[in-house]
Every structure is written in C-alpha cells, then in structure tokens.
C-alpha cells in the first residue's frame, strides 16, 4: 500500500500561484498512477490532473488546462500540481490519490485547502 499526505495549499489572490505537494510512502510508488482530485463546498469531487506510472502521460481537466501541471519525482515518492493564473472557481480542498493498473482510486491523501480570492 501507500500512505499520502498532501500539502501547499493556501490562500491566494486570483491570478496567483501555488504548488500543491504529494508525499507518498511505500517502495512501489512508482509503480502507482498519480492524480490530483478537488472538492468544492456542496459539489461532487472531480479529477483535476493524472499522471501514468510509466509512459508518463498526463490528463488534465479542460478547465485547467494550460494552467495546471501535474508531475512526479519518483527518487522523493513525490507528486506536484503546479497551478498558476488561479481563479476564485478553483477553491476547493485539494486531494491526492494513487491508482494501480488503471483500477480505482484506493488510496488517498487527508486534502489540503487551495482558496483563491478574487
């Protein structure tokens, strides 16, 4: 298995930057999808970005795209979310997830907070 722990969010103002952090643990992390999932208050959580295991390919949510970077550092067991040009719509908690062989999501991170003022 493989523990997650996120970090980075914040308060930001609209147009601003944040770089959310993934800290994983367990030996097969790089064997594991990544994504970056949110939630807002009163709506249904939606994926935001993933990154494959192996060939690296990324998946970006149209209303992120061009704006949003996922990547993954497997020597630190560490997926990013690079956001900029963030808008008030992006608030939301800010979850990471881990996948094995395109199954479901089983692992999760506690989410971290991303608010983005206007």
């Known amino acids: 298995q493989v523990q997650l722990v996120e970090s980075g969010g914040g308060l930001v103002q609209a147009g601003g930057s944040l770089r959310l952090s993934c800290a994983a643990s367990?030996?097969?992390?790089?064997?594991?999808?990544l994504g970056w999932f949110r939630q807002a208050p009163g709506k249904e959580r939606e994926i935001v970005a993933a990154?494959?295991?192996?060939?690296?390919?990324?998946y970006y949510r149209d209303s992120v795209k061009g704006r949003f970077t996922i990547s993954r550092d497997n020597a630190k067991n560490t997926v990013y979310l690079q956001m900029i040009s963030l808008k008030p719509e992006d608030t939301a908690i800010y979850y990471c997830?881990?996948?094995?062989?395109?199954?479901?999501?089983?692992?999760w991170g506690q989410g971290t907070q991303v608010t983005v003022s206007s």
């Open positions: 997830a881990a996948r094995l062989d395109n199954g479901p999501y089983n692992y």
């Open positions: 367990g030996r097969s992390f790089s064997s594991y999808a």
């Open positions: 990154i494959g295991w192996s060939d690296g390919n990324t």
